[in-house]
């Protein structure tokens, strides 16, 4: 089951955090809902970012999830926790019960609707027949309005079954409705979408990322070299909707995009709390905790050595995607399209108990390091703004990822082949009111 996480970053192997003693610490029996909260305590002493700010004497009773809530810094939108002998403590998200995502939009008369904006390959919605592009009048039987729409999204993830009434827009219009339902199901791992677009013998490579699972360099590889084989001149890659994952494959993509680095060049700075310091990496370094994948000299056998990249961005643009944009940038220019992107500029392990057997079956997914680029830049918890504001949902119906006359790729093409691309942002556009929430989004990745 595909499910999301905040970055996944194996910098250490934990086995099982070791106590960190305090003169007073209180000791519970084994098995004990206390026991269980004060190995989360002393693990987020450890590794939390935020650790000084943590309470001195937190109440160890509590519910194990209120407890370890109870102990996140106010400014945390990403730390979680779950039980992994407990589904009931997983997140849910649109995207991994059913495989689909959507916006609430605000048409130009005032009229709400939701348009279908990601369908996962081979997910339960795929299946039903729904679409990208799609109108959803209907939760449930229940007409989607300004006043309702709250409520009624709210109701998707708390059921195992969703019917929805979509259509398609035909000039203002909503025509071939028909009704779906969707049961819940499994969504495994997305493919890279890439095709290359030739305009006057000039050739742009198009790349659509979903997320960054680890060991990715194999893929990387193969479409790179597709790309450098046709001779592509230009790169336009699309992290609209990834919501990040293995830092150590976002720095495999970046490995094979910009000219003269090396596998000894800086890529990122890590900084943690009085215990995890500052770290270092090279490219090199890096792409090196992939173990097995491809290393730094083969995925830069394919490097494309450009000076110059078109990423495509919205605020579903988080964590390694972020990563890429902003490591990017000490090496070329980066042309942002797009929106404004989550602005997780932070990094984190999974801390477990691996003791055999263990003892504990909660899994903390903390916020430890933030991170910086080779020039020692970042700090984008507001996210990073685009050189080009372009809202998507300005054209209705939207068209297929990696369709030339898309809204955002179309903008990115029209700059390359130095065409005039009108202002997709008038008032007249729909104005997106509401994106499912992406905070459940950073809970889990397997």
Not at 75 to 99: A, E, H
Not at 221 to 227: D, G, P, T, V
Request: charged fraction near 15%.
């Amino acid at each position: 089951m595909r499910i999301f996480l905040i970055i996944m970053f194996a910098f250490f192997s934990i086995a099982s955090c070791n106590r960190v003693e305090d003169e007073g610490t209180p000791n519970f029996p084994d098995g004990s809902t206390e026991a269980t909260n004060l190995w989360v305590q002393d693990s987020m002493k450890r590794y939390y970012y935020w650790a000084a700010h943590m309470p001195l004497k937190p109440n160890y009773s509590l519910p194990t999830k209120d407890f370890f809530k109870s102990l996140l810094y106010s400014g945390d939108r990403f730390s979680s926790i779950l039980d992994k002998n407990n589904s009931s403590t997983y997140p849910k998200t649109v995207r991994s019960i059913y495989g689909f995502d959507y916006a609430v939009i605000q048409l130009a008369d005032g009229k709400v609707t939701a348009v279908i904006k990601l369908v996962l390959k081979n997910s339960p919605a795929q299946n039903m027949g729904l679409q990208r592009g799609m109108i959803m009048t209907k939760i449930n039987g229940t007409a989607i309005t300004s006043s309702n729409f709250n409520q009624l999204i709210s109701t998707i993830i708390n059921s195992t079954a969703l019917n929805l009434s979509v259509g398609n827009w035909d000039n203002g219009n909503i025509i071939n409705e028909q009704n779906i339902t969707i049961q819940s199901g499994f969504t495994f791992d997305q493919p890279l979408v890439s095709k290359i677009i030739e305009t006057n013998g000039k050739k742009t490579g198009y790349l659509y990322i979903y997320d960054f699972p680890d060991n990715m360099g194999q893929i990387l590889l193969q479409k790179f070299s597709e790309f450098k084989i046709a001779g592509v001149q230009d790169l336009v890659l699309d992290l609209r909707y990834n919501y990040g994952g293995s830092v150590a494959s976002a720095a495999a993509l970046c490995a094979m995009i910009p000219s003269g680095i090396s596998g000894s060049t800086p890529f990122i700075i890590y900084k943690g709390n009085k215990n995890g310091g500052e770290v270092k990496m090279t490219f090199a370094q890096q792409i090196a905790y992939n173990k097995g994948a491809p290393g730094f000299n083969v995925l830069y056998s394919n490097n494309l050595g450009l000076s110059k990249i078109y990423i495509l961005t919205s605020d579903s643009s988080a964590s390694a995607s972020e990563i890429v944009i902003n490591n990017l940038k000490p090496f070329m220019e980066v042309i942002q399209i797009g929106g404004t992107t989550l602005g997780k500029d932070m990094a984190g392990f999974i801390i477990e108990d691996k003791r055999n057997p263990p003892k504990i079956s909660w899994q903390i997914h903390p916020i430890i390091y933030k991170v910086y680029n080779a020039n020692a830049e970042g700090e984008y918890s507001m996210g990073i703004a685009p050189s080009v504001f372009v809202n998507e949902f300005s054209n209705l119906p939207i068209l297929p990822l990696g369709d030339p006359n898309e809204t955002l790729l179309s903008t990115a093409l029209n700059k390359i082949f130095s065409k005039y691309s009108a202002s997709s942002n008038s008032n007249n556009s729909p104005k997106v009111i509401w994106q499912s929430d992406w905070q459940q989004q950073f809970s889990l990745k397997k």
